[in-house]
């Protein structure tokens, strides 16, 4: 395992519906089957709720509990009214631990090594070049640029350049 400031990053971008989250279901099996502890952020700009109406939980939050944890022998959820939409480096920090590489889907301007998924039918140019620190485009849309193009079923080749850009090759 790295120390938590030596986490690899690693956000998947791309056009809503272009396939991000299945490519993300691809990539983890393939990482951990190399041996890689992984970790993901899922960021979504409309919000979300897991505390449901009548859960004791939401009862907890709903009487002004501003931090909420839900913990059995098996997992542990954090519910936590925010001021402001964290950075990626923020999330790692104060929540992620005990893995060697965060997927990241959602946040579109970050600054970390990036894959963008490429749909035919999912209208639009390619958002990002080499210049944003893109590693790849993947998907069904064949792009000849500045980087490689892997279709989404190559999966052992898109986690050999994850490993080699982050130097586990």
Excluded: C
């Amino acid at each position: 395992m790295r120390e938590r400031e030596k986490i690899a990053v690693l956000s998947i971008v791309g056009r809503s519906n272009s396939g991000k989250t299945t490519l993300i279901e691809k990539i983890i099996p393939e990482l951990k089957k190399r041996g890689w502890q992984v970790g993901t952020i899922k960021h979504n700009r409309h919000g979300f709720e897991i505390d449901h109406e009548g859960k004791d939980s939401y009862r907890h939050r709903r009487a002004g509990a501003k931090v909420t944890v839900i913990a059995s022998p098996q997992q542990i959820a954090v519910i936590q009214e925010v001021e402001r939409d964290y950075e990626i480096g923020e999330l790692i920090s104060r929540f992620i631990s005990g893995v060697d590489i965060v997927l990241v889907e959602g946040f579109k301007e970050n600054a970390y090594p990036k894959i963008e998924m490429r749909r035919f039918g999912v209208s639009g140019d390619p958002i990002y070049g080499k210049k944003d620190n893109l590693l790849a485009y993947v998907g069904d849309v064949r792009e000849e640029r500045e980087v490689p193009f892997f279709h989404w079923d190559e999966i052992e080749k898109i986690v050999d350049l994850i490993e080699e850009y982050f130097g586990r090759a």
